[in-house]
């Protein structure tokens, strides 16, 4: 079984930055993107930024500049790390793997617990 378990968030003021790491476990055959995707009170899950099996990645146009997401094949490890933080970033944020846990399969997304992340003004 894929899991996915992220780390890193905690309370920090505005201006500040902060990393979370997501750690990937379990077997899976192939993986198309990995991301990050945060949902805050009342508002939708929101793509934060993604990153191919390539090395491609794309990031929403509010925290383009300010974030960057990096991975670590060697320790199925994918990053966000978070720079100038503002009040807005506040939310739950999620890491994600597409992939297909075996040839042949349908790709799946799979999601991790959540880490909170709150930035006060």
């Known amino acids: 079984q894929v899991q996915l378990v992220e780390s890193g968030g905690g309370l920090v003021q505005a201006g500040g930055s902060l990393r979370l790491p997501c750690a990937r476990s379990?077997?899976?055959?192939?993986?198309?993107?990995m991301g990050w995707y945060r949902q805050a009170p009342g508002k939708q899950r929101e793509l934060v930024a993604t990153i191919t099996s390539g090395g491609i990645t794309n990031y929403a146009g509010s925290v383009k500049g300010r974030f960057t997401i990096s991975r670590d094949n060697a320790k199925n490890t994918v990053y966000l790390q978070m720079n100038t933080l503002k009040p807005e970033d506040t939310a739950v944020y999620y890491c994600?793997?597409?992939?297909?846990?075996?040839?042949?399969?349908?790709?799946?997304?799979?999601w991790g617990q959540g880490t909170q992340v709150t930035v006060s003004s």
């Open positions: 379990g077997i899976i055959s192939s993986i198309n993107a």
């Open positions: 994600n793997l597409r992939g297909r846990r075996f040839p042949g399969s349908n790709e799946y997304d799979y």
